[in-house]
C-alpha cells in the first residue's frame, strides 16, 4: 500500500516563502512518479508539477519559477520549495504518486493520472 505523508503548511505572508515535504517509503520512492497538486476551495484539484523517477521535471505554467519539485534520495522525500508566494496560491496542497512509463512521466499532470494521495497540508498566503 502506497503512503504519503505531507508536511510543511502553514501562514505566510504574499512575497514569503514555505518549503512542503512528502515521505514516501522506498519502494513508492524508487517505483512512482510523484507530483503535487494543490486545491483551493470550491475549484478543482490542480496538478502543480511531478518528478519521475530520474529526477525530471515538468511543471504546470501556473507556478514555473516559482515553485521547485526535488526528491531528497538519503530521506525518500519529495520536496516542494515554494518562492515569491501570492494570496491566490492559498490551497490545500496535495503529494500524489502515479504509474510511471518506463519510469518517465509523459502527458498531463491531472489527478486521475495518480493512483494514491497524501492527507493534504494546508498553505495560506496573506496580502
Known amino acids: 500500500q502506497v503512503q504519503l505523508v505531507e508536511s510543511g503548511g502553514g501562514s505566510v505572508q504574499a512575497g514569503g516563502s514555505l518549503r512542503l515535504s512528502c515521505a514516501a517509503s522506498?519502494?513508492?520512492?524508487?517505483?512512482?512518479?510523484m507530483g503535487w497538486f494543490r486545491q483551493a476551495p470550491g475549484k478543482e484539484r490542480e496538478g502543480l508539477a511531478v518528478?519521475?523517477?530520474?529526477?525530471?521535471?515538468p511543471y504546470a505554467l501556473s507556478v514555473k519559477g516559482r515553485f521547485t519539485v526535488s526528491k531528497d534520495n538519503a530521506k525518500n522525500t519529495l520536496d516542494l520549495q515554494m518562492n515569491s508566494l501570492k494570496p491566490e496560491d492559498t490551497a490545500m496542497y496535495y503529494c500524489?504518486?502515479?504509474?510511471?512509463?518506463?519510469?518517465?512521466?509523459?502527458?498531463?499532470?491531472?489527478?486521475?493520472?495518480?493512483?494514491?494521495w497524501g492527507q493534504g497540508t494546508q498553505v495560506t498566503v496573506s496580502s
Open positions: 518528478i519521475d523517477i530520474f529526477g525530471s521535471t
Open positions: 500524489a504518486a502515479g504509474p510511471c512509463w518506463r519510469g518517465r512521466w509523459y502527458g498531463p499532470i491531472v489527478a486521475p493520472s495518480f493512483s494514491s
Open positions: 522506498a519502494y513508492t520512492y524508487n517505483t512512482y512518479c
